[in-house]
T-cell receptor
Framework: DAGVTQSPTHLIKTRGQQVTLRCSPKSGHDTVSWYQQALGQGPQFIFQYYEEEERQRGNFPDRFSGHQFPNYSSELNVNALLLGDSALYLC???????????FGSGTRLTVV | EDQVTQSPEALRLQEGESSSLNCSYTVSGLRGLFWYRQDPGKGPEFLFTLYSAGEEKEKERLKATLTKKESFLHITAPKPEDSATYLCAVQLNSGGYQKVTFGIGTKLQVIP
């Protein structure tokens, strides 16, 4: 079992550009949650996808959007990148009850 | 507002010096509490889930306990390889859905 897979592992983008991050959940999991973790901080909830719909959203602007595909994989899109978007982006997969909440290794995004 | 507070923010121990990390929470609709270990630049690694006051779980040198308002992660005779950031997270009912909210973490350094 590959667990939760995120790609790419590292990414450097220029301010104003757009970026897409990808996540494949653990086999048997159908819910994907995305988090942003700035250096020295705890993960901050961005949004959660279940049944291909955004079910919950944290306090993030509309520049952050996402998608879930029929195979439960998910994408996080960020438009008009700002320097402050530089962070580790984490994907967590779970069943709907969230009783087992497993993370991928993350994508390190650097905005220059 | 739901809050998760971890203390101390940083802890330095000598190898073999036992201690405890604290996670206190002010939330409504608590479903469960998670503990994770996170190494620098990596995704959080799942350690424990606790569901009810009085519950305890152990793994090697770690033991997690839960009361109605807080959780403790006890580290017995730590080794340098236990050095990491330990994250606490609460699983909440939110608007008919469930989400997981994190604390800022405790950065543990174990000195040989």
């Amino acid at each position: 079992d590959a667990g939760v897979t995120q790609s790419p592992t590292h990414l450097i983008k220029t301010r104003g550009q757009q970026v897409t991050l990808r996540c494949s959940p653990k086999s048997g999991h159908d819910t994907v949650s995305w988090y942003q973790q700035a250096l020295g901080q705890g993960p901050q909830f961005i949004f959660q996808y279940y049944e291909e719909e955004e079910r919950q959203r944290g306090n993030f602007p509309d520049r952050f959007s996402g998608h879930q595909f029929p195979n439960y994989s998910s994408e996080l899109n960020v438009n008009a990148l700002l320097l402050g978007d530089s962070a580790l982006y984490l994907c967590a997969s779970s069943g709907w009850t969230l009783s087992l909440f497993i993370f991928g290794s993350g994508t390190r995004l650097t905005v220059v | 507002e739901d809050q998760v507070t971890q203390s101390p923010e940083a802890l330095r121990l000598q190898e073999g010096e036992s201690s405890s990390l604290n996670c206190s929470y002010t939330v409504s609709g608590l479903r469960g509490l998670f503990w994770y270990r996170q190494d620098p630049g990596k995704g959080p690694e799942f350690l424990f889930t606790l569901y009810s006051a009085g519950e305890e779980k152990e793994k090697e040198r770690l033991k997690a306990t839960l009361t109605k308002k807080e959780s403790f992660l006890h580290i017995t005779a730590p080794k340098p390889e236990d050095s990491a950031t330990y994250l606490c997270a609460v699983q909440l009912n939110s608007g008919g859905y469930q989400k997981v909210t994190f604390g800022i973490g405790t950065k543990l350094q174990v000195i040989p």
